[in-house]
């Protein structure tokens, strides 16, 4: 069966240290992977996004890897901040050759705390 | 203002009623989503729609009907409430060119 999983549930780390999220997948083909940002009572906030045929993407402090062979993508939060507490969700974007079938199937998600 | 607007944020049914979540977006983008969230199961998908009058099943579809007559409107009914329809439900546009989705801020139904 298809499956998304988000490495836990929660993740707490001290301000200024890294943090990192794992998504992993089986029995997907995606073209993209997305990863959102999600605040208390909000809906999700599109973060990045990689193709299948991207290693690594980076946008100011965020930095997303992604593995088709391990199947497995990880989101990194470098020099964290309290304000960074959200909870983080990753999305496949099936497809094939670099092309989306359109929808988007989510993990559950990481909620992340980032302590003063 | 640009943007997707979900109405109503908050609405309580009762089972048994019809009730109807609309969703409406200003950038005229081709893809629409409904999306159901609840505690342990995440963001699940509902219902799609490719193009004004082209909707498809997601992952839950039971219970739920939508309809796409204009491209920036995609309202979403629950044909007859059930308490285990209680959720937050959102909904999302996508731009195909970035391949971002752009969500409403949400809508808690609760059913008794």
């Known amino acids: 069966s298809q499956k998304i999983e988000q490495n836990s549930e929660a993740l707490n780390i001290q301000e200024g240290k890294t943090a990192t999220l794992t998504c992993n997948y089986t029995n997907y083909s995606p073209a993209y992977l997305q990863w959102y940002r999600q605040d208390p009572g909000r809906g999700p906030v599109f973060l990045l996004l990689?193709?299948?045929?991207?290693k690594e993407k980076r946008k100011e402090r965020l930095k997303v890897t992604f593995d088709t062979t391990l199947k497995q993508s990880l989101f990194h939060i470098t020099a964290s901040q309290p304000a960074d507490s959200a909870t983080y969700l990753c999305a496949l974007d099936l497809g094939a050759g670099g092309t989306s079938y359109g929808k988007l199937t989510f993990g559950q998600g990481t909620i992340l705390t980032v302590h003063p | 203002d640009a943007g997707i607007t979900q109405s109503p944020r908050y609405k309580i049914t009762e089972t048994g009623r019809q009730v109807t979540l609309m969703c409406h977006q200003t950038w005229s983008h081709s893809y629409m989503f409904w999306y159901r969230q609840d505690l342990g199961h995440g963001l699940r998908l509902i219902y799609y729609s490719a193009a004004a009058d082209i909707t498809d099943k997601g992952e839950v579809p039971d219970g739920y009907v939508v309809s796409r007559s204009k491209t920036e409107n995609f309202p979403l009914t629950l044909e007859s409430a059930t308490r285990s329809q209680t959720s937050v439900y959102f909904c999302a546009s996508r731009d195909r060119l970035t391949n971002e989705a752009f969500f409403g801020q949400g809508t808690r139904l609760t059913v008794v």
């Open positions: 990689i193709r299948e045929n991207e």
